[in-house]
């Protein structure tokens, strides 16, 4: 049996120095270790981690999302990856070759990417790449988006609750990990696969989700 | 303050207040945390006769981008009242008085919020006041501690503010709107609870160095009463969140 894991907020005591380590989101003071923000106490190892429950998509190197073009100049684009901050695709980081001036060949104001977090440095200058494979220009479909820290239900344990929402709706979905989902398909499946989405945004954290999803994917059929 | 006192107000009598409180008593409080859908984070506070709206937007990229700082967040608290909020109807807009407000508001945030974490963005906070009735600083910021925690920033404490003050020479905790008006002296105080670090202090009136001693010390017990209001407001919203069901 899982126990239900603990709410901690900011100034919290959430573990004794001298049995933990702190970890994500807490800080040590005098023996003790607090949190810094409002999530689940989750305990990995020796060290003790604060699984945020709300806030902004952190970007983090390595991460696979889905950006929108805000800006083109003769050399880079400028990307909306739905973070506090902007990121940067430069030429010699995309898959075709690009004549200095035709930028705007290529990729368009308002075109939808996937592409992979190569870089952020210490005052968080963020640089992408699409030179990895599987990553392309999204074409057609529609894009929704919904709140960064509930990616990780969305997908499942290994994917389990993603590869469901596909089988039953025989959508092509893709999850970035900043929170925005392409979806395409036939109307009917984009329609129930945004529902299941979004249910399990309102109902994440919560026991059973799986099981729920998956009437409610067989029910309206 | 700075009001003269009607000969039939009585202020102080029997050790009881105005409204009938004893002088270290708070009024009756209330904390709801997450009310509005579009903010990234919200607060709506209930003090005596006070409501109050705090909603916080971001960590997001501020502009324009001269104001951008590229070791820190930037905290920009806005502080508004309106215009039905007071007896007389409050001319909109920002004011001598909001404009303070918001700059001692903002200040007190930034020292608990990890601003370091997010380098070259902005934290909006707006505090509304719907309904005014002495004491909006220290419930707006109090609002907005708990509206900052909701939105999930990473904090090392949860601000908590409370006015301690002076009427008929004697110093009680959380003045009422005629307490204020007709009273010797207000002063709010606004913490981190963690470690009784001083975020805010201002002071309207006179005190003898002993009587402000006194009040620093009721107020602060004022906050650390608010503060666990506060923590219960945002337990009580995520607990209702992993319960669906």
């Known amino acids: 049996m899982e126990e239900q894991p603990k709410i901690a907020i900011p100034s919290m005591v959430v573990g004794d120095a001298k049995r933990f380590r702190p970890g994500r989101g807490t800080f040590e003071k005098g023996g003790k270790i607090y949190s810094t923000r409002l999530g689940l106490i989750n305990k990995q190892a020796n060290f003790i981690n604060i699984v945020p429950l709300s806030g902004v998509y952190d970007p983090i190197p390595g ?19 739905n973070a506090p901050y902007p990121a940067v695709l430069h030429v010699n980081e995309v898959p075709w070759h690009v004549e200095l001036g035709e ?11 996937l592409a992979k977090i190569l870089l952020v440095d210490e005052t968080k200058k963020i640089i992408l790449t699409m030179k990895e494979r599987g990553l392309h220009k999204l074409n057609g479909g529609q894009i929704i988006e919904i709140q960064p820290i509930k990616v990780p239900r969305v997908i499942g344990k290994k994917g389990t609750m993603i590869s469901m929402i596909k089988k039953y709706t025989g959508c092509r979905i893709i999850v970035g990990q900043n929170g925005r989902i392409w979806i395409d398909g036939n109307t009917d499946g984009v329609e129930k696969a945004t529902r299941a989405i979004r249910k399990i945004e309102a109902e994440a954290h919560t026991k059973g989700l799986t099981i729920r999803i998956e009437k409610l994917l067989k029910n309206r059929r | 303050m700075g009001m003269k006192k009607p000969e039939d ?29 579009r903010a990234d984070g919200s ?12 909603a916080v937007y971001g960590p997001r990229e501020a502009l324009p981008k001269h104001i951008q700082d590229p070791r820190k967040a930037i905290v920009n608290a806005r502080y508004n009242m309106a215009a039905f909020s007071v007896e007389d109807r409050k ?25 370091e974490q997010f380098p070259r963005a902005s934290i909006d906070v707006n505090i509304e006041v719907l309904d005014a009735d002495a004491g ?4 707006g910021l109090t609002a907005a501690g708990v509206a900052l925690a909701d939105a999930g920033i990473p904090m090392r404490d949860i601000p908590v503010a409370c006015a301690a003050g002076k009427v008929e020479g004697k110093v009680i905790l959380d003045l009422c709107k005629e307490e204020d008006n007709y009273g010797d002296a207000d002063m709010p105080v606004a913490i981190a609870p963690l470690t009784d670090e001083i975020l805010l202090l201002q002071m309207d009136g006179h005190l003898t160095y002993e009587e402000f001693e006194k009040a620093l010390d009721l107020a602060i017990k004022g906050c650390h009463i608010v503060s666990e209001l506060q923590k219960k407001a945002l337990l009580k919203k995520y607990e209702r969140v992993l319960e669906v069901e």
């Open chain 2, 91 to 115: 001319r909109p807009g920002p004011d001598r008085r909001s404009i303070e407000i918001s700059k001692v508001i903002s200040e007190a945030l930034e020292r608990v919020i990890l601003t």
């Open chain 2, 43 to 54: 607060a709506y506070v209930e003090w005596g006769g006070n409501k109050i709206l705090a």
């Open chain 1, 103 to 113: 930028t705007s060949k290529y990729l368009k104001y308002a075109d939808a990417i």
């Open chain 2, 136 to 139: 909006t600083r220290c419930a």
């Open chain 2, 9 to 37: 107000v009585i202020l102080f009598k029997n050790n009881k207040r105005i409204d009938g409180r004893k002088p270290d008593e708070l009024r009756p409080i209330k904390i709801e945390a997450g009310v509005l859908y």
């Open chain 1, 63 to 81: 991460d696979t999302i889905i950006g929108i073009i805000e800006d083109i100049s003769p050399t880079n684009w400028l990307v909306n990856i």
